[in-house]
C-alpha cells in the first residue's frame, strides 16, 4: 500500500494560483499512473489530471485544459498540480491517487486507483 499526503491547498482570489503536492512513500514498480481528483460536497469525485510516471505522459480534463499543469519529481516520488487562472468553479478537495498504468489516459476512473491521499482544500473566491 502506497501511504499520499497532499498539501498545498488554500484559499486564492480567482485569477490565482496554487501548487499541490502530493508526497508518496514509495512505489513498487518503475511506472504507475498518478492522478488528481477533485470533490465537492454532494458531487461524485472528478478526475482533473492524470500522469504516467513511466513516459511522462499527462491527460486533462476538458475544464483544467491550458490552466494545470501536472508534474512529478521522481528522486522525490512528489506529485504536483500547478494551478494557474483559478476560478470559483476549481474549489474542491482535491485528492492525489495512485493505481496501475491502466488507469492513465484520461479516462479518470476512480476505481482504476488503488491508493488515495486525504485530500487538500481549495477554495478560490470571485
Known amino acids: 500500500q502506497v501511504q499520499l499526503q497532499e498539501s498545498g491547498g488554500g484559499s486564492v482570489q480567482a485569477g490565482g494560483s496554487l501548487r499541490l503536492s502530493c508526497e508518496a512513500s514509495?512505489?513498487?514498480?518503475?511506472?504507475?499512473?498518478m492522478a488528481w481528483f477533485r470533490q465537492t460536497s454532494g458531487k461524485e469525485r472528478e478526475g482533473v489530471a492524470d500522469l504516467d510516471t513511466g513516459g511522462n505522459i499527462a491527460n486533462y480534463a476538458d475544464s483544467v485544459k491550458g490552466r494545470f499543469t501536472i508534474s512529478q519529481d521522481g528522486a522525490k516520488n512528489t506529485l504536483y498540480l500547478q494551478m494557474n487562472s483559478l476560478k470559483p468553479e476549481d474549489t474542491a478537495i482535491y485528492y492525489c491517487?495512485?493505481?496501475?498504468?491502466?488507469?492513465?489516459?484520461?479516462?479518470?476512473?476512480?476505481?482504476?486507483?488503488?491508493?488515495w491521499g486525504r485530500g487538500t482544500q481549495v477554495t478560490v473566491s470571485s
Open positions: 514509495r512505489f513498487k514498480h518503475n511506472s504507475v499512473c
Open positions: 491517487a495512485v493505481g496501475w498504468l491502466y488507469g492513465c489516459g484520461g479516462s479518470f476512473r476512480a476505481r482504476d486507483f488503488t491508493d
